[in-house]
């Protein structure tokens, strides 16, 4: 199996998670077809992957589409488990896109098929480090617009019981998905550049983010209190994260990060 | 009736006047202190403070009673020391961190090396307290949830102690090796040289190449014009592809030629870069245009083909998939044992991990040089225990979410 009869197992994958995804939209509750759809898609694209390293005789992480291959299989993966586990529609929905997204850009981009990663990036750790913080920024991404909805019901005098209980749970998820993400990080980086912390203004912006989610958890322990200043934290998190992941390019301290790409 | 300030339960008032304080102490003994940054105690002393840390703390916790006690696990005081630790942080990650001395007010203030900084050494001492007493505080009883509070709280801790006690006993140490010759010297970050116990010899220095890549180069500005003009194209004999307005056939390429009387030929000599010829046609003007095209060495100048007024086609330098050496590590004289190490690839060896980190980027790949770190941590295991104990107890976050009773678990 080679990158030929790559399109077939795309349509099946996109296919599948997308008919589940409208399955499950509809107001009338269907059983098992659903979780059928949802796996099959993940099948599929892991036997693609699967005959794509019989054939090639190696693992195939070498190259970017490869990469993205299992960008798909893992996101769609555990956005499903989280599904199962928290009913969350929209983050079943996030992350079947996203991969459906990985999927497409192969298929759109025969040529990177042989664009390759420089050395640094040839390593295990790789491909876990990124699957996490996408996840992760997409829980915590969500959590702020939740900051909002409730800064919002608030001003129209409406409950926000219901609100902030969600972005609880939705932080703390998002929340564990960073501490993946930084300590993955940290195990890559003492296997690449020889120390698990070098305060690179990637690590130190991302560690900011996990501070200021940090301090949010625990503002939120007596939960009756303190709603607001909540609400507020929740939604200027957002702006750390936005910090971390967007703007350090165009920090002056972050001239010689290893995360920043050109 | 509102409580007094200072009057117990200690709240947010406090707990902020502590931190506040304590900030400002640090940044005062900074001013005032003649040296620059703070050397923590090394082995032997390293390891007794963390015994007598928390033998205090677990100690105090369960002989004293007294509302002092209760406020240092309290979630004020939590907040109090996140929320000041976080502001330096965040001025460390706005401030360049170097290493100049004296001056400005921001290196008096030990803003330009935050982590070796007195205000950055008192708030996370004042953070392990407060951690600490919290871990020891939700340790009972032991039930799922308390030890996954557990493995997240004593996980941090532990992580945040080693890698700040343990610091004082890494050793990081650059090594330029030159093929064939054994060396025995080392140098730190600031360039202090280091006798080792053993020596390092370079057999050979490797690296493996992606095959070179043509673009446009835009004449005005020297850049690849990936953007306006297309990507980025890797060669291979043979291959037809389009620039804009022209086409592109590639007849001949060699991985490694050299020039001659008639163009170029394919050669193993060092320094004979990648080399193809092709022809060029303007779908426009139909002109064709023949010739060679080379990225260049350190010994063949580079060449390219003008195209228009704005437009060149050239061969970018091809980009190191992977690099190693083969290095033979002398334990006495006699004894040695051969080992390779790649980017992402380590070795272990006398309790020394040696990393790749660079070579002579202007020789290539025919360097002779290989620049290697070594590195002696003997606190990693222990800072891994803490990383795996925070691993595990994030999954439990990530199943469990922040629920309290069983009936909660489902959200709509």
Not at chain 2, 4 to 21: A, K, L, M
Not at chain 2, 133 to 138: A, M
């Amino acid at each position: 199996m080679n990158w030929t009869d790559y399109s077939i197992y795309m349509i099946l994958s996109s296919g599948l998670w997308i008919l589940a995804l409208i399955i499950l939209v509809l107001p009338r509750k269907v059983k098992v077809i659903p979780d059928i759809f949802l796996l099959g898609g993940v099948v599929s694209i892991v036997i693609f992957t699967i005959g794509l390293w019989l054939n090639l005789e190696r693992p195939p992480f070498r190259t970017l589409a490869e990469t993205r291959l299992w960008y798909a299989i893992f996101i769609s993966l555990i956005g499903i488990i989280i599904y199962y586990r928290w009913k969350l529609l929209w983050m079943l929905a996030y992350s079947l896109l996203m991969a459906i997204l990985f999927l497409f850009i192969n298929y759109m981009n025969p040529d990177t098929f042989d664009k390759t990663l420089m050395p640094a990036l040839r390593s295990p750790w790789f491909i876990p480090h990124v699957i996490v913080y996408i996840i992760g920024y997409a829980f915590l991404a969500v959590s702020s617009l939740m900051g909002l909805k409730g800064l919002y019901l608030m001003y129209r005098n409406k409950s926000t019981d219901k609100t902030i209980k969600l972005a609880d749970n939705i932080v703390y998820i998002g929340f564990a998905f960073l501490t993946f993400g930084l300590l993955f990080g940290a195990l890559w980086a003492k296997e690449a550049w020889g120390h698990y912390w070098t305060w690179d203004p990637k690590e130190t912006w991302a560690f900011l983010t996990w501070l200021v989610y940090l301090l949010y958890i625990h503002f939120r322990v007596n939960k009756r209190k303190y709603v607001k200043s909540s609400l507020w934290i929740l939604s200027l998190a957002f702006v750390v994260l936005l910090i971390c992941w967007f703007g350090i390019n165009y920090l002056p301290s972050a001239q010689n990060s290893v995360h920043v790409y050109s | 009736m509102r409580r007094r300030f200072w009057e117990y339960p200690w709240g947010y008032r406090e707990s902020f006047t502590i931190g506040i304080v304590l900030l400002f102490l640090g940044f005062f003994i900074e001013l005032v202190s003649p040296v620059d940054a703070i050397y923590l105690p090394r082995w032997p002393f390293n390891f007794i403070l963390i015994l007598v840390l928390i033998a205090y703390i677990y100690i105090s916790y369960r002989m004293v009673k007294h509302p002092f006690m209760k406020w240092l696990s309290s979630v004020p005081a939590a907040i109090s020391s996140i929320s000041l630790f976080t502001i330096l942080v965040l001025l460390l990650g706005f401030i360049p961190q170097t290493d100049e001395s004296g001056g400005s007010l921001l290196v008096d203030l030990g803003l330009t090396h935050v982590t070796r900084s007195w205000p950055y050494i008192l708030l996370s001492f004042y953070l392990l307290i407060i951690l600490g007493y919290t871990t020891v505080r939700r340790s009972f009883p032991l039930n799922l949830k308390n030890f996954a509070f557990f493995l997240n709280h004593a996980g941090l801790w532990i992580v945040i102690v080693a890698a700040s006690l343990g610091s004082s006993d890494l050793r990081r140490l650059n090594m330029t090796l030159q093929e064939n010759q054994a060396v025995f010297r080392a140098y730190d970050g600031e360039g202090r040289a280091y006798q080792l116990p053993f020596a390092i010899k370079l057999l050979d220095f490797h690296i493996k190449e992606y095959p070179p890549s043509i673009g446009l180069v835009d004449k005005n500005t020297g850049q690849f014009a990936i953007d306006e003009m297309g990507q980025l194209i890797a060669v291979e004999k043979g291959l037809n592809t389009e620039f804009g307005q022209w086409e592109i056939n590639i007849d001949e390429y060699y991985e490694s030629g050299f020039p001659d009387s008639t163009g170029y030929t394919e050669s193993e000599r060092v320094g004979a870069p990648p080399v193809v010829h092709m022809r060029v046609r303007n779908t426009i003007t139909d002109e064709i245009k023949a010739g060679w095209l080379t990225s260049g060495s350190f010994i063949v100048p580079n060449k390219f083909m003008h195209l228009s007024d704005r437009w060149a086609i050239a061969m970018r330098v091809p980009a190191p998939m992977e690099y190693s050496s083969e290095i033979r590590f002398f334990t006495s004289m006699k004894e040695y044992e051969d080992i390779t190490i790649k980017v992402n690839k380590p070795a272990k060896i006398n309790g020394w991990t040696l990393y790749q980190t660079g070579y002579d980027e202007r020789m290539g790949k025919w360097s002779q040089v290989s620049i290697v770190e070594i590195v002696k941590d003997p606190w990693l295991p222990v800072v891994y225990v803490g990383i795996f104990m925070m691993l595990l107890g994030s999954l439990y976050l990530v199943w469990m979410g922040r629920t309290t009773k069983k009936t909660e678990n489902e959200l709509d």
